[in-house]
């Protein structure tokens, strides 16, 4: 049972919740604390490797890569950062999230799994090139969009492992309002047709969404709306941390009701 | 063996490496350029628009004084600038175009780097009466004013890309952001032999008529094939169009003029194949030029159709099998080229295209008189009078 099994077998059913941060973003120091500040809420992370022409993001993911970039982060300090958060928090699971390129030239599948991370998300390796990666005990998620067909979601389910992540919307992150009928059709089938919980992220923008979302999926993933926040007080660490901790704690109603 | 595989390899390059919201267009346009490529219908509506549309064949003429000058090898010029557009691209935009319309596609997007591919396609739109957006980084939109204006004369929306070093590879990023955005109407109507399968394989098949032509008249004019044939390299789609049709004439030397900007030696180059590490980027796995924490580095070069940090996987396999050989030429000897067939021969050529120029006016003198040398002279100069002038410390317009 990976770390990301056991988290979801913990919820017993309830919703999970998870937000993407940027490694490095706004500094290294403020990201490991953003980190500390978000496993309070969090059932697990996504950690943003930054990438030089990240193809799949929007202008604020976009922007907090370069940012970071620019701050020095690198996979060197990506691995650090999550062994610094392992040092207090052995529970909260960790996909680390990024490009291919990032992870082509170098033995760092093994580094990242030593490192304390449990999940690997490489948006640009279809799974007809999973092939290529080495043997590890890291659950590589897979993505399903509005544009995969039955057929292929079928060969998507075969061998999945941790969770399914469903792309709400066919677009870049941070851009489009996800439709949640239109999705809903697809996480329902995905649902009927796996064993391992289906989470939603792109287009999810607050709580009030992400309750609407979790009607019918095992989770929500949010990326840009926390970035934004993020962004939107650099100058002033106090009102971020306040602004942020104020978002999150709207989240921790996704099980109830509405 | 032919190249690509059924899964779009070259030998370990090429590939299809996107997100998995283009997968299944992707494999779309893979089923659909497999259908078309077959189709004798298909090709004669190219070959028509290839006949009275652009203008083909174009002309391989004999540099008479630049050999004369240079006291070496008998230079040829392959004259794709001579084309409708004034450059080789015209050639995968008419055929793209095509295939666009069979697929029920109306709106078009594209990257342009000098503007060549842009004006192509904004042209290729307006014969089709298709929706057009291109996208062009605003540093080239810059140094490329006159195409920029073309392109919206053209009727074609142009976007400047801001992002990163706001030339080329951003321009592609756009697009493909873009893409992944409009799934359901948009062609992406790429511009290089690059990106994923199919589009290395499709844009070297629909510029394979530039070498296909080249046998055709050198036979005519000489008898024989050429002993070398030249050809700038960005991504690539000139240089694999002239150079496809020669790959099994192996006493054919393949000669590819990379962008070397201020040396290779500085971080001021596009040199993907001296320079670069295998990787996979906007698509394929190639050479890039690239840290080693596999971030993209920003290139350089005077040329902004050569700016590009990766190269299309056919030439990445050319190289390393030997098949094909590559080197590049600084901007100051390209340049000097520039000049060179201006004066020489009454020809402008592209700032991409005086590369390979360069590279022969480098070589021919060291080679026997009887080595006949064809050279890709890939587009027309007008574009770049203003960089050129810039360089001159010549100022030709009012502010």
Known sequence: MSRIDDMFKDLKGKKAFCVYLMSGYPDNETCLEIMELCSKYVDFFELGMPFSDPSADGPLIKTAGTIALEKGASTKSTLELIKKFRKTNNKTPIVWMGYYNSIFNSNIIKEIELSGADGLLTVDLPIEEFKRLPKTNLDIIRLITPTTDKSRISEILKGASGFIYFVSIAGITGTKEAQDLAIKNTVEYIKANTTIPCMVGFGIRDAQKAKKICKFSDGVIVGSALIKIISQNLNNKKEMFAKLEEFLAAFTQLNVEL | ??????????????????????????????????????????????????????????????????????????????????????????????????????????????????????????????????????????????????????????????????????????????????????????????????????????????????????????????????????????????????????????????????????????????????????????????????????????????????????????????????????????????????????????????????????????????????????????????KDIFTVADKMGVKICQE
């Open chain 2, 1 to 382: 063996m032919n190249y690509p595989d059924e899964y779009g390899y070259f030998k370990e390059f090429g590939g299809v490496f996107v997100a998995e919201t283009l997968i299944p267009l992707v494999k779309n346009l893979q089923n659909e350029w497999n259908k078309a490529k077959n189709d004798p219908e298909f090709w004669n509506k190219i070959n028509y628009y290839h006949k009275y549309y652009t203008g083909r064949p174009s002309p391989l003429y004999y540099a008479q004084r630049l050999s004369e000058y240079l006291g070496g090898a008998k230079i040829y010029l392959k004259r794709e600038d001579l084309n409708h557009t004034g450059a080789h691209k015209i050639n995968h935009c008419i055929g793209q175009i095509l295939l666009a319309q069979k697929m029920g596609k109306t709106r078009i997007i594209a990257e342009t780097g000098a503007g060549q591919h842009g004006v192509a396609t904004a042209t290729a739109c307006a014969l089709f009466g298709m929706k057009c957006i291109i996208y062009q980084g605003a540093i080239d939109i810059e140094r490329q004013k006159p195409n920029a204006f073309r392109m919206k004369l053209l009727g074609a929306e142009l976007h400047a890309v801001e992002d990163g070093s706001k030339t080329l590879k951003d321009a592609v990023t756009a697009a493909m952001q873009d893409w992944v955005s409009n799934v359901d109407d948009t062609y992406y109507l790429l511009g290089s032999v690059m990106g994923p399968h199919p589009y290395p394989e499709m844009i070297r098949t629909f510029q394979s008529v530039i070498g296909q032509e080249v046998k055709a008249q050198i036979q005519e004019l000489e008898g024989r094939l050429p002993d070398s044939i030249v050809a700038c390299v960005g991504g690539g789609s000139n240089a694999m169009g002239i150079f496809y049709p020669f790959i099994e004439d192996k006493e054919v030397s393949l000669i590819g003029v990379e962008a070397g900007g201020l040396g290779l030696d500085t971080k001021y180059h596009a040199a993907t194949l001296a320079k670069g590490k295998k990787g996979v980027f906007h698509g394929m796995l190639s050479y890039f030029i690239q840290n080693d924490d596999g971030q993209i580095i920003e290139p350089y070069s005077v040329s902004a159709g050569l700016d590009y940090p990766g190269i299309g996987p056919e030439h990445a396999m050319l190289r390393d099998s030997k098949r094909a050989e590559y080197t590049s030429i600084k901007d100051n000897e390209a340049l000097d080229a520039f000049h060179k067939l201006s004066t020489l021969e009454g020809i402008i050529p592209a700032l991409e295209s005086a590369h390979a120029i360069a590279w022969a006016i480098k070589k021919a003198p060291e080679l026997p008189k009887n080595h006949i040398m064809v050279v890709n002279v890939s587009g027309r100069g007008d």
